[in-house]
């Protein structure tokens, strides 16, 4: 596949909305995503999605795609790597995200924009913004006079 110039700065854009899932996501046992993957229980990996996703993103946003992988050996560290859509209001973003012992990637495979700027870099920004107003942020009190 060949990459497009601004698929570093969107890849950037997607690792940062979702790190607070991933960490979410970490709390669950490999083993079981292993099994839920192997065993082809793909409905039970996207209720973890669900889940995790829930505190940080509007209903809807952030969901498993097509399932995942596990790559499982003898000789090495175990690698799970799940198919997920961010879906905000006007885009549509494939990637995937591995999770191994100490490290998590994202691979942006494609993204959809439902009203496309010719410029690449407006529909970097439109993603961005999108992404933030499909956020659900904690909001702090306000203090009593």
Same mark, same amino acid.
């Given at each position: 596949?060949?990459?497009?110039?601004?698929?570093?700065?969107?890849?950037?854009?997607?690792?940062?909305?979702?790190?607070?899932?991933?960490?979410?996501?970490?709390?669950?046992?490999?083993?079981? &995503?292993?099994?839920?993957?192997?065993?082809?229980?793909?409905?039970?990996?996207? /209720?973890?999605?669900?889940?995790?996703?829930?505190? &940080?993103?509007?209903?809807?946003?952030?969901?498993?795609?097509?399932?995942?992988?596990?790559?499982? /050996?003898?000789?090495?560290?175990?690698?799970?790597?799940? /198919?997920?859509?961010?879906?905000?209001?006007?885009?549509?973003? &494939?990637?995937?995200?591995?999770?191994?012992?100490?490290?998590?990637?994202?691979?942006?495979? &494609?993204?959809?924009?439902?009203?496309?700027?010719?410029?690449?870099?407006?529909?970097?920004?439109?993603?961005?913004?999108?992404?933030?107003?499909?956020?659900?942020?904690?909001?702090?009190?306000?203090?009593?006079?």
């Amino acid at each position: 596949m060949n990459r497009q110039p601004h698929a570093h700065s969107r890849e950037a854009i997607v690792a940062n909305a979702i790190q607070q899932v991933v960490g979410e996501l970490r709390l669950i046992d490999v083993a079981d &995503y292993i099994a839920f993957i192997r065993l082809e229980h793909f409905a039970c990996l996207s /209720d973890l999605v669900d889940s995790a996703a829930e505190l &940080y993103f509007m209903p809807g946003t952030l969901r498993l795609g097509h399932g995942g992988e596990a790559h499982v /050996d003898w000789s090495g560290n175990p690698r799970v790597v799940l /198919d997920l859509e961010l879906r905000p209001p006007g885009v549509t973003v &494939y990637f995937q995200l591995a999770l191994s012992e100490h490290t998590a990637s994202v691979v942006v495979n &494609y993204v959809s924009f439902q009203r496309p700027n010719e410029d690449p870099e407006r529909n970097t920004e439109l993603l961005e913004a999108v992404l933030e107003r499909a956020r659900i942020r904690r909001t702090e009190p306000l203090a009593l006079p």
